[in-house]
């Protein structure tokens, strides 16, 4: 196997760690979607919100205590 092939692999392995399952839906959590896009997470929240006509009207919600709970005891 290749650097390159490696590499691919442990990327696909981070990005697959960063989903959750949360009210029965796949969630990667904001912050770990401005690392994976290298920009400021105030950024990526601005973008989105500048365009919310873009995504669908369930692509984000926020997280209740309950859900964080449920999440961490995954």
């Known amino acids: 196997m290749t650097k390159a092939n ?3 692999i442990n990327s696909q392995e981070k990005i697959l760690n960063q989903i959750y ?3 029965e ?3 990667m959590l904001d912050i770990d979607l401005a690392v994976l896009y290298c ?3 105030r950024a990526l929240k ?3 919100r500048r365009n919310m006509d873009l995504f669908p ?3 984000k919600f926020n ?3 309950t859900d964080l709970k449920a999440s961490q005891n995954v």
Request: charged fraction near 25%.
């Open 6 to 8: 490696t590499a691919l």
């Open 21 to 23: 399952y949360i009210r």
């Open 25 to 27: 839906h796949k969630v």
């Open 39 to 41: 920009v400021e997470n």
């Open 46 to 48: 601005q973008a989105v």
């Open 57 to 59: 009207t369930d692509f």
């Open 63 to 65: 997280l209740t205590e």
